[in-house]
Nanobody, 123 residues
């Protein structure tokens, strides 16, 4: 069992930065690839980024590649999402997730979800 709690969301102007954190409880944290998804108002939940459970490999959606960086600290049971050069279209609820498949960006591969944190980017 893994419980995930996100923090770090908020309101920021376009071009600004935010860092999201996701604290995990449970001894099996390091066995999972950890991902971030987001869901804008009236939109489907979409894949943002994922990091391998060893932390050495990452993948990103095309919409955030080069602007967002995912990282993890297994000793602290925490995963991060550094978001730079934010755009209004990045506005969404961001969800931390534990995935059983690093190579899949699908919701079906997610075993555990956090409750989400709101990110709002003003123009």
């Amino acid at each position: 069992q893994v419980q995930l709690v996100e923090s770090g969301g908020g309101l920021v102007q376009a071009g600004g930065s935010l860092r999201l954190s996701c604290a995990a409880s449970g001894r099996t944290f390091s066995r999972y690839a950890m991902a971030w998804f987001r869901q804008g108002a009236g939109k489907e939940r979409e894949f943002v980024a994922i990091i391998h459970y060893y932390g050495g490999a990452t993948r990103y959606s095309d919409s955030v590649k080069g602007r967002f960086t995912i990282s993890r600290d297994n000793a602290k049971n925490t995963v991060y999402l550094q978001m730079n050069s934010l755009k209004p279209e990045d506005t969404a609820v961001y969800y931390c997730a534990a995935s059983n498949n690093y190579y899949s960006g699908r919701v079906a591969a997610i075993e555990y979800w956090g409750q989400g944190t709101q990110v709002t980017v003003s123009s």
